[in-house]
């Protein structure tokens, strides 16, 4: 061998092979323009995808509530509201999880002295705040009151009268004056939580930037410290600072004046800039902590949906050239020049797509963020967010697109010139590699195994095992696609031929001359129905068995329900005494906060629960008691747990659980009953009593009514209102299920994030499925043009299409739903003890969407 062979091509050489490759790519993106159209509408829509995602993630990182009742001042005060739960497993080192409390934790009243009383403050106020309905000429309206005192901490200014100076005086702010059409000296009657009370309407007031949608009326401070119920503590305490004092300054004096409080006090922040709105809203961080595992997790199948859509169409896009690269290569193009022109051929079409891709995440995002914000949680968009999004998108596309087609054409442009020659004109195989196969049998064993792990488990590991199924299937499907298509066509292949005639006859055979095209058709099919059928019934999983499970514990045949706030003291006192009820239980919703080991790590979990009285659980309230006694559900210290959590737990009737109520504080209680239906009314039952000092709000939301035996319930019905009359916005009708749940039917937050989940994701799979075939489609125009030559018609290319256009749905529609089955069921069986639920009408919509992408794909391109 020559020295020169040795060092390998000369710079000449080097540059011919460019000049070659540059050659090849421009003459292939000229012959086949249409296939790449197909590939860059997919690219640049996945681009958009991930773009978006990241741009809503980016938003949620930074998102804190707004200042709102608090921007007019300096700091705020406020008591820690996170608590934290340290553990270390076996052989690492400390693991701590933090995680928000679900109600306020308030300040001993000594806080207002101790602030004012810091260098550099100017002033120091004590805001509680106490929900109110109030009733004018014009209507009724909530509101919130406040003193007048915190009015300064907007700030509100007097535009009409002058502040309350008795306890029978109030101002109003522009908007409730507006709703219940008063002016100053009118009259306007307050409800909190006692016997509606009339007031004398002392003065109007208007409020800043920080005046909140919320209507607000201000009483006096001792009126108000009256009607909170708390007058030991307060919510938060406002700072203004004096003439010339910073911020920081202000926030370091203020941290001094805690530095020595008493051990065992509640912890102390102080709040100043952006941070002042969580004194506030003190649960919006919370709920940006649980939005954010769930965008996430969204955002990284949207990751794994983008790159399995950009391999199969660029994986597609190149095998339908296997022809003209192995017939390149028998002509003397080396596997070098072939797959540096597949790249650059790629590589113009990933940067094409990547800008405007890249620009279409920007909007994109711009619309998933506006349908998460809320008034509590507004999400900004900081000036760098929408180009970071862009380039993130753009750069997963770039990055993807040009080793995945150049992996593709590598079986093509690997074989010696006399083997291409015989592979230019051979049929396609018939079974994919050996690799492959492996792969796809490996995945497919992993999904399974990960759904009857999940079987096995419960809560978010039941769904993070659930989810991991459902990742592996649909990645096993497109690796074993072209196996799946040879199943596909045994079952269906029959019916075709003896339904289609000579177009069903040619239809079945094309399918299966080409099972490795056949296969790359069903896949972005089964990936639409998987994840759609997925992401809709595992919500309408739950609330199907939570509204199954609170419906079989209802035993009571009226409710009475009151202002969003809840139901004032004496309401449920003149319930209780109204002719005709038998029993009666009022329903006070709060939250238990539970730290516990999950697989050997810290985990905090949060969960809604509802506080009842004993003695009037007897005829409307039955969650199924498996072991222990519901009569003893008394006091401030006993409990009763769900089966399985207490099964988890470890415990039984006579046993201690450890929970910290909403406020933080820790309880050990002494577990007297075991339930079933804990999907329904949830995993913990406790005595009204022990939750009612602990709530932000500590009203009853509804009272569930057992009648009297003999009484009729429109008789009862009809004596509670005439006992209830004296409080307005106080409604007695028929109990139902939703009275009793502990989680409400899906909200506005839970419908954003199935448009989110379903729609969006859902759209992008769907576009994929019409963008494959058509590459498909477009790639077939050498066959059309042979069927065409020796005979056959257009109707007969037009039915055959449709033949196999139905073909490919049913199959990639029977997969599709055995893919998600699986998860499914296993997540189905874990947490709601049932099968999995789809309501039959969404499932036909998904048919029916699937029908119309599959269609278009197919005949769109045929037809054009």
């Excluded at 593709?408 to 492959?436: D, Y």
């Excluded at 065409?788 to 109707?795: E, I, K, N, Q, Y």
Aim: aromatic residues 4%.
């Amino acid at each position: 061998m020559s020295g020169r062979e040795k060092e390998g091509p000369s710079t000449e050489v080097r540059a011919g092979m460019r000049r070659a490759s540059a050659f090849l790519a421009r003459r292939s993106w000229e012959d086949g323009r249409r296939s790449w159209a197909s590939v860059w509408a997919a690219t640049a829509a996945a681009a958009a995808l991930v773009g978006a995602f990241a741009l809503v993630v980016g938003s949620l990182l930074v998102a804190r509530p707004p200042a709102g009742r608090y921007a007019g001042t300096d700091a705020v005060v406020v008591a820690e509201q996170r608590v934290t739960y340290t553990v270390k497993p076996w052989g690492s080192e400390p693991k701590t999880e933090t995680a928000y409390l679900p109600e306020r934790v308030r300040l001993e009243r000594s806080a207002v002295a101790r602030a004012a009383a810091a260098p550099g403050v100017g002033r120091a106020v004590a805001d509680d705040t106490v929900p109110v309905t109030a009733d004018g000429a014009r209507g009724t309206a909530p509101a919130l009151g406040r003193s007048w005192a915190a009015a300064a901490l907007t700030p509100y200014r007097l535009t009409a009268g002058h502040p309350p100076r008795s306890e029978n005086e109030v101002v109003l702010d522009g908007a409730l004056a507006a709703a219940t059409g008063s002016r100053a000296g009118d009259r306007v009657t307050l409800q909190a939580d006692g016997t509606p009370r009339t007031y004398t309407v002392s003065g109007i007031a208007r409020g800043g930037s920080g005046e909140t949608s919320l209507a607000t009326v201000f009483l006096t401070e001792r009126r108000l410290t009256a009607l909170a119920g708390h007058p030991g503590t307060v919510d938060a305490v406002g700072v203004l600072a004096r003439p010339g004092v910073s911020a920081d300054a202000l926030r370091a004096s203020l941290e001094r004046a805690w530095s020595g409080q008493v051990s065992g006090a509640p912890a102390v922040r102080v709040l100043t800039g952006a941070e002042r709105g969580q004194a506030g809203q003190p649960d919006a961080l919370a709920a940006r902590d649980e939005l954010l595992p769930l965008i996430g997790s969204i955002a990284g199948t949207v990751l794994m949906v983008a790159l399995l859509v950009i391999a199969t169409t660029l994986a597609q896009a190149v095998h339908q050239r296997s022809g003209e690269l192995a017939l390149l290569r028998a002509v003397g193009a080396t596997p070098r020049q072939l797959r540096s022109a597949v790249g650059r051929e790629v590589g113009r079409v990933a940067v094409a797509a990547a800008v405007t891709g890249g620009l279409g995440a920007v909007p994109l995002g711009l619309l998933l963020r506006s349908l998460l914000a809320t008034e509590a949680l507004p999400l900004p968009v900081p000036w760098w967010l929408p180009p970071v999004a862009a380039v993130v998108g753009g750069a997963v596309v770039a990055l993807a697109a040009r080793p995945v087609a150049q992996l593709a054409a590598r079986s093509g442009t690997a074989l010696r010139p006399a083997a291409a020659l015989g592979a230019a004109g051979a049929p396609e195989p018939g079974e994919p590699g050996k690799v492959r196969t492996a792969a796809g049998a490996v995945l497919a064993v992993s999904g399974l195994s990960a759904a009857g792990a999940a079987t096995a488990q419960g809560g978010q590991a039941a769904a993070v095992a659930a989810s991991g199924a459902a990742t592996s299937l649909v990645i096993a499907v497109a690796l074993l696609g072209p196996w799946i298509a040879r199943g596909a066509l045994r079952v269906l292949g029959t019916p075709v031929r003896w339904a289609g005639g000579a177009p069903g006859f040619l239809a079945a055979r094309s399918a299966a001359a080409h099972h490795r095209r056949l296969g790359a058709a069903i896949t972005p099919i089964v990936l639409a129905v998987a994840f759609v059928c997925v992401q809709l019934a595992a919500g309408a999983t739950l609330e199907r068995g939570a509204g199954r499970q609170a419906a079989a514990a209802l035993r009571a045949d009226l409710v009475v329900t009151g202002p969003a706030s809840g139901l004032p003291a004496g309401a449920v006192r003149a319930v209780r005494g109204a002719p005709g009820v038998a029993s009666a239980t009022g329903v006070l919703r709060s939250a238990v906060v539970l730290a516990h080991r999950e697989l050997g790590d810290p985990k905090i979990d949060r969960f809604p629960v509802l506080g009842v009285s004993a003695d009037g659980l007897d005829g409307t309230l039955d969650p199924q008691v498996t072991a222990g006694d519901l009569a003893h559900l008394t006091g401030r210290g006993t409990v009763a747990v769900g089966a399985d959590r207490a099964g988890d737990l470890g415990v039984g009737p006579g046993d201690t659980v450890r929970l910290r109520l909403g406020d933080g504080t820790p309880v050990r209680l002494r577990v007297v009953a075991l339930y079933e239906r804990a999907l329904g009314v949830g995993e913990f039952l406790l005595p009204r009593e022990a939750l009612a000092g602990h709530a932000d709000v500590p009203r009853d939301r509804s009272v569930l009514v057992r009648t009297a035996d003999g009484t009729s319930a429109t008789a009862t019905a009809a004596a509670l209102r005439r006992a209830l009359a004296p409080y307005s916005g106080v409604t007695v009708r028929p109990a139902t299920a939703d009275d009793l749940r502990i989680a409400p039917p899906t909200s506005a937050g839970g419908d954003a994030m199935t448009v989110v989940g379903v729609g969006v994701i859902g759209g992008f799979a769907l576009f994929a499925v019409v963008s494959t075939l058509s590459l498909i489609t477009v790639g077939r125009r050498a066959e059309f043009r042979l069927l065409r030559t020796v005979g056959a018609g257009r109707g007969q290319l037009r039915r055959m299409l449709v033949l196999e256009t139905g073909l490919v749905t049913v199959a990639g529609l029977v997969v599709g739903t055995l893919v998600a089955a699986v998860p499914l069921t296993a997540f189905a069986v874990s947490a709601a003890g049932s099968a999995p639920y789809l309501p039959p009408l969404e499932y036909g919509l998904i048919a029916l969407a699937v029908t119309v992408a599959a269609g278009a794909g197919t005949l769109g391109p045929r037809r054009g």
